[in-house]
């Protein structure tokens, strides 16, 4: 195949699959928290929650919207540039894709139209159940991807007939131990993700002094919930590093920039990685402790990259520097979840402009640890497409040229930048407008024969947001 077609197809398959991963990340917890609203809101009857409700299935609606849209080429991109992959792998991937469509998918269409048009024409029962069967097929359609990715991680289950990789045990494929530390893994970062987006809102809305009992709500609860999962988060993440360490060892290698064998074995915290020398410049690192991280050994012996054939060892500076992103962006949410929490429990932090600023400016951050993290794994697994069995220059479509993949990578991203600008600006606008016109107001609901009924509201809602 030609070198330029592959290079240009794995860039192509690096920035639909990151600008997709953005809106599930983001949906999954959103869901999750307007079931907690509703909840809430029946429970207690307080209108705040409602109105919060009401307010952010405005904007959970285009996120789905966005991620439904940015996720449709995934299927077309196996096709066109990865036809190998496809084929020899079909027989897993085709079914766990479908389990996916009928389970996930299904609850999400079924019942997300209930959420939109459905509140004045169901008991409110059936409506809470209805926001609890979205909130179930967002998590069901993140499990099923971390199934089909993890078995490509660690490929288990099967058989090789006829050139193909044919399922011998669904079981080993479903409930490999290693999707059960990667799944919870992806879903509380998505939780995490949820909890800032909302937290980050509520102080946003307080530093601008605006919509006070909604944003101390919004404050409050997301970052009580961030405090409460993102120490749950750390250890998941130590446990997705054991399967690392144990089945895939030169990416392990790679994150570690770990060169030689050793025994013990130091953690390097931060280097420049070089390849041509094999060594790490300028290296901050401390003895003993990759042993302890590695292993819980104090003197376990760890392999180096030196250990694979070149051919065989991922590149490693993404991985290495992308893994340190995505624990600093952990940690540093963990202090402002924290100390955030804490003041609140105080009732001081109100009053706490500079922290306030701070868990404003961090709602990227969740979203910077995915993104690090799946390239830690997926650049980590390199050379690798299924991981020992089928490499990524055999995977891609061997007639595939290069002309015909710059011209897909240029329209992808055309149109994905032509979608992410206005779906992101429309939620700014939804965003900047905040819960105006909901208060104490019977709430407008749209009709499904005019789904738009709302639009000319809108400029009247921004012009009181603002």
């Known amino acids: 195949m030609d070198p330029t077609a592959l290079l240009l197809s794995r860039l192509q398959f690096a920035f639909t699959i990151s600008f997709h991963i953005i809106f599930p990340a983001f949906t999954i917890g959103l869901a999750a928290w307007l079931t907690v609203l509703e909840a809430m809101h029946q429970y207690s009857g307080r209108p ?56 996930a998918f299904m609850l999400e269409a079924g019942f997300f139209g209930i959420l939109i048009f459905g509140r004045p024409r169901v008991p409110p ?65 998505s939780y995490l993700t949820g909890a800032f987006c909302v937290a980050a809102t509520g102080a946003w809305y307080l530093l601008r002094r605006t919509y006070r009992a909604e944003a101390h709500v919004m404050l409050r609860m997301g970052l009580a919930l961030a405090a409460a999962l993102l120490p749950l988060q750390l250890f998941i993440g130590h446990l997705v590093g054991d399967y690392v360490h144990d089945y895939q060892p030169a990416k392990f290698a790679a994150i570690e920039a770990r060169w030689h064998d050793e025994q013990p074995a130091s953690e390097v915290l931060i280097a420049i990685p070089d390849s041509s020398t094999e060594s790490n410049r300028y290296a901050i690192s401390i ?34 520097f992308a893994f340190r992103i995505m624990v600093g962006c952990g940690f540093v949410m963990l202090g402002l979840a924290w100390l955030g929490t804490w003041l609140g429990l105080k009732h001081r932090l109100e009053r706490s402009r500079l922290l306030l600023w701070g868990i404003f400016l961090s709602f990227p951050l969740p979203w910077i640890a995915i993104l690090t993290g799946w390239y830690t794994a997926e650049v980590g697994r390199q050379p690798w497409t299924v991981y020992g069995v089928l490499r990524t220059a ?21 149109v994905y930048a032509f979608i992410f600008s206005f779906g992101t600006y ?17 709430l407008d609901v749209p009709v499904p024969n005019r789904p738009m009924s709302l639009a000319d509201k809108m400029p009247t809602i921004v012009e009181a947001g603002e």
């Open 48 to 103: 705040v929650y409602r109105t919060l409700f009401e307010f952010w299935l405005k904007i959970f609606g285009v996120a789905f919207g966005m991620g439904v849209v940015s996720g449709v080429v995934m299927a077309f991109q196996f096709g066109t540039n990865w036809s190998v992959l496809s084929k020899m792998s079909g027989p897993i991937q085709g079914p766990l894709l479908a389990y996916e469509t009928f389970t």
């Open 287 to 320: 003895p003993v402790l990759g042993s302890i991280i590695a292993s819980m050994s104090l003197s376990s012996k760890e392999v180096g990259l030196s250990s694979f054939a070149p051919q065989d060892r991922p590149p490693v500076a993404i991985p290495f």
């Open 426 to 442: 429309y939620i700014y606008r939804l965003l900047r407008a905040g819960p105006a016109g909901l208060s104490g107001k019977p």
């Open 125 to 189: 029962w059936f409506y809470l159940f209805s926001t609890a069967m979205v909130a179930l097929g967002t998590t069901l359609s993140a499990f099923w991807i971390m199934v089909n990715n993890s078995w490509m991680q660690v490929p288990t289950g099967y058989v090789l007939q006829n050139g193909q990789f044919v399922p011998d045990d669904w079981a080993q494929i479903i409930f490999n131990r290693v999707v059960w530390v990667r799944f919870p893994h992806m879903l509380l970062a």
């Open 394 to 414: 055999d995977a891609a479509t061997p007639f595939l040229t290069a002309s015909a993949a710059t011209a897909s990578l240029i329209l992808f991203v055309a």
